[in-house]
């Protein structure tokens, strides 16, 4: 659909990883023929690369490890949390349906296209009310109300998300959702990626 697609585009810079890239094309349907190749190039301004293996489910933790490869990761103010953002609906299926465990807390501005956003702890651990409201933020800041003073936010257990039956992916439908506030203008630069130059 054209708003996610479209949120997907606005994270982009001249230096994004070709990964990111690649998830978006993806997205448009862009395949690796030559003549799909040149829209990438008129898209993108740079060739796509070849398709790599697929990472299974679960596996060891190198395996693990290269599964978060492009997602945005990001250290809470406690450092006892690390937050993954979605850049896009490939991201955002990854993080909402393989990486997210039944423990941890999925987010999503409310109401808006926006990026998926999960808080990673270790379970039985307690998470800070400050914790809550930086992951909230960026829940804010990485969707279409981020130029909102207040905007709210849907937080629910990963065991609560859904796939949406016929849609694309990173489309999600749930159940018991609390609401949290999030303003996208407390969100640190330093919670943005730098733009390379």
């Avoid at 850049?87 to 409310?110: C, G, P, T, Y």
């Avoid at 039985?124 to 930086?134: A, T, Y």
Wanted: with cysteine.
């Amino acid at each position: 659909n054209a708003e996610s697609i479209e949120l997907s585009l606005q994270f982009l810079d001249p230096n994004t990883d070709r990964n990111i890239l690649k998830e978006i094309a993806e997205e448009l349907g862009i395949g690796s023929s030559k003549g799909q190749n040149r829209q990438f190039v008129r898209l993108f301004g740079t060739k796509q690369v070849q398709k790599g293996k697929k990472i299974p489910k679960g596996g060891n933790k190198r395996e693990k490890q290269a599964s978060l490869k492009g997602l945005l990761q990001l250290k809470s103010p406690t450092d006892s949390v690390v937050v993954l953002i979605g850049r896009n609906n490939l991201q955002n299926d990854k993080i909402s349906f393989q990486l997210a465990k039944s423990h941890e807390v999925w987010m999503h501005a409310r109401g808006v296209p926006g990026s998926h956003v999960l808080m990673r702890f270790e379970p039985g651990e307690n998470v800070s009310e400050c914790d809550l409201q930086f992951a909230a933020n960026l829940a804010a800041f990485y969707s279409k109300a981020r130029n909102s003073a207040k905007v709210p936010i849907d937080v629910v257990s990963p065991k609560n998300l859904k796939r949406v039956s016929g849609a694309g992916p990173g489309m999600v439908q749930f159940v018991k959702s609390t609401v949290m506030w999030g303003d996208p203008r407390n969100v640190a630069e330093n919670s943005v990626p730098e733009k390379k130059s």
